[in-house]
């Protein structure tokens, strides 16, 4: 970290190294996200580094909404995507930008291209200029449409904007160099025909531009500083370099350039877009938003924090090596969070019921319980006791089965959590043998302190009390996928763990009935969980992560 708490990088040390040169008097960035799906937490990380280096440097930042291809772009993730943004903390400088707004711009510039002999029209199609291209190894071959006219490619230009061509009949390539190294530079698409009905010009365009024409002179116009993407970008500033260079409105020494940093890539998690959307189309998962997807919108709902996710990405940090980050990083965030915000409650997942048989029939105690041990600031919160409980049905066991077993047996003793200490004499089971109720008896000296003859008592449980209790749905979730690097793996929808959601029904404390909707709770003993913010009227709590990490790689 720096002198001002900040995390630095080579990007922050490039910023210093250009305001410093007077190359820049102030900072602009900006977040551009396609509107083709909901926003991910690699894209979190890009969210905090341009907004918080915009921030850092008293600069700006926009949002601008790369709205090219209308094929794939939907409002609804336009909207979704402002929620995130708000969510995690940020505000954009202005007017939300589109990169529709600059469709007229896109035009001229691609005229003054051909103008300059650096565009043509071309008809091959998609297959026949993949194989112009060439290989890595192999050389591209120009295309036989490479030589025409300027004043040819003009008119041509102007008839694919009228409509007067199919889609696919034709595109618009810039003219680089067919035998470079980057693949990128061998006359790249800039523009394609579409008829599709976009969402903010309707049906005014019949031509959309290519993403890697439209970004950078979105960047240009807008004043964009530093344009920060992911390493995949990295061979492509050639060709962001070439466009601006090559744009007479831009060829400047202050005009924006392009730095690439390591994209987010998390254990059993996919981060394309194109992936998770297939996983919402095939229905295998329930939405966008589900507490599974690693989506900004799924882990809200799961009860993830902005907080967390922050300190997570800050541990992640900023540089140019791809790798495979450790799934263990963010739930660690997330515990480390959780465990200082959540106040505690009792929730039975799967109740059994206990009948103390030695307490007074009809009376109902009102005992007092931590709201949180370790901030007495959050006070304490009332539970009750009465005759009837539930407890889980994973704290009782007829016999002991090892030593290591401190909860609920016949002749065994425990403590209730914040009340007294109970033996176990009996149970009932039904048909299938399922046990359906214990009896037991209480000793009523033990409430808030140890049995007097010195007994020790090793186990201590939750509870909840039976008359007040409230049912409640629990949404137990897990990793989507059981292998921890899926690459590239095309057969991805075939490695989902078939366990990733469990549904049970049990019981809460009475005070859940005023539970608000994604803010975390520790269920005692049980793990985070937070309201579901689907839930209306309902008490579905969604489980956020254990207490302890449980899982084995």
Known sequence: MNKNNTYTNFIRNQIDIDLEQKLHTSIQTRFPPEPNGYLHIGHAKSIFLNFGLAKDYKGRCNLRFDDTNPTKEDIKFINAIKEDIKWLGF????????????????????????????????????????????TLKKVGKDSP??????????????????????????????????????????????????????????????????????????????????????????????????????????????????YEFSRLNLEYMVMSKRKLQL????????????????????????GYTKVAIREFINRVGISKIN???DIKILEIAVRNNLNIVAPRTMGVIDPIRVI??????????????????????????????????????????ETIPNKKFRRLAINKEVRLRSAYVINATTFDTDFNGNITTVYATYDPDTLGKNPKDGRK??????????????????????????????????????LLNTQSLIITYGMVEPNMANSKPEIAYQFEREGYFCRDNQSNNKLIFNKTISLHDTCKD
Request: net charge positive; glycine share 4%.
């Open 356 to 397: 103390i048989e030695n307490y007074p029939e009809g009376k109902l105690e009102i005992l007092q319980a931590p709201t949180h041990p370790q901030n007495k600031t959050m006070g304490k919160r009332n539970i009750f006791f009465s005759r009837e409980l539930y407890i889980d049905r994973a704290d009782f066991k």
């Open 323 to 325: 790798n495979i980050t």
């Open 457 to 494: 008592i090793k186990g201590v449980i939750h509870f909840v009390e039976a008359t007040k209790a409230l049912k409640a749905e629990f949404r137990l979730y897990d990793r989507l996928f059981i292998l921890k690097n899926l690459g590239k793996n095309n057969n991805f929808e075939q």
């Open 91 to 134: 505000s954009w400088d202005g007017n939300i930008k589109y990169s529709s707004h600059y469709f007229k711009q896109f035009y001229e510039y691609a005229t003054e291209l051909i103008n300059k002999d650096l565009a043509y029209v071309c008809f091959l199609d998609l297959d026949e200029i993949r194989i112009y291209r060439g």
């Open 145 to 258: 449409y490479r030589n025409t006219s300027i004043a040819k490619n003009l008119e041509l230009l102007a008839q694919m904007k009228a409509g007067k061509f199919l889609e696919g009949e034709c595109v618009l390539r810039g003219k680089i160099d067919m035998k470079s190294s980057f693949m990128c530079m061998r006359d790249p698409t800039l523009y394609r025909i579409r008829f599709d009905k976009h969402h903010q010009t309707k049906n005014q365009w019949h031509i959309y531009p290519m993403y890697d024409f439209a970004h950078c002179i979105s960047d240009a116009i807008e004043g964009v500083t530093h344009s920060l993407c992911t390493l995949e970008f990295q061979d492509n500033r050639r060709l962001y370099d070439w466009i601006l260079e090559n744009l007479d409105d831009f060829n400047k020494p202050n005009r924006p350039h392009q």
């Open 279 to 302: 996983l919402v189309e095939n229905k295998l998962v329930s939405g966008w938003d589900d507490p599974r997807m690693p989506t900004i919108s799924g882990l809200r709902r799961r």
